[in-house]
T-cell receptor, first 117, second 111 residues
């Protein structure tokens, strides 16, 4: 079946512009996660959703970052007033459910490569 | 704060060799530990997930073990092949399903 998809695959933007990244999880997966992968930093957890709610937003790097999920499906990660240090690959993952001992395998999308000039 | 370490950062072995990739974590209060594979320019592919109550998981030529008390996990790859060349990441799942990743081990299997 279809896996996690992300769009766009590549995004080049100018410093100060806003960008919106999209994630389509696997159908039926209630949990959705956003990560950032940048050179020298490894993979960094940003935020996760259980349904449409985000219990833990502590991983978002600054208040320029926000994310939402509607209808328990598609999620968007928005970065306002982009800075050069925002350049990274943004990965999305989904799983059947989140939480504690029932946490399931996370399936990752191919990522969006963001370059801020 | 959970910290996950993978050493060495890179490994090169000849084809056919059995090898072990190491992962250590500082906080033993994890729900599970996962091993992923990442090919250049691609996303992550889940290889094995070990629940905190388990000791090991096997899939084909791969075997992952977990020792929570010592904060260690290993990924064993039997009879390595050039197609196994990739970056292997381990991640510990903690509260709120947050995955904390190591920086990965880049494996090169020489024909």
């Amino acid at each position: 079946g279809a896996g996690v998809s992300q769009s766009p695959s590549n995004k080049v933007t100018e410093k100060g512009k806003d960008v919106e990244l999209r994630c389509d999880p696997i159908s039926g997966h209630t949990a959705l996660y956003w990560y950032r992968q940048s050179l020298g930093q490894g993979l960094e957890f940003l935020i996760y959703f259980q349904g449409n709610s985000a219990p833990d937003k502590s991983g978002l790097p600054s208040d320029r970052f926000s994310a939402e999920r509607t209808g328990g499906s598609v999620s968007t990660l928005t970065i306002q007033r982009t800075q050069q240090e925002d350049s990274a690959v943004y990965l999305c993952a989904s799983s059947l459910q989140a939480g504690g001992f029932n946490a399931d395998t996370q399936y990752f999308g191919p990522g969006t490569r963001l370059t801020v000039l | 704060k959970q910290e996950v370490t993978q050493i060495p950062a890179a490994l090169s072995v000849p084809e056919g060799e059995n090898l072990v990739l190491n992962c250590s974590f500082t906080d033993s209060a994890i729900y599970n530990l996962q091993w992923f594979r990442q090919d250049p320019g691609k996303g992550l592919t889940s290889l094995l997930l070990i629940q905190s109550s388990q000791r090991e998981q096997t899939s084909g030529r791969l075997n992952a073990s977990l020792d929570k008390s010592s904060g260690r996990s290993t990924l064993y790859i039997a009879a390595s092949q050039p197609g196994d060349s990739a970056t292997y990441l381990c991640a510990a799942t903690g509260a709120n399903s947050k995955l904390t990743f190591g920086k990965g081990i880049t494996l090169s299997v020489r024909p």
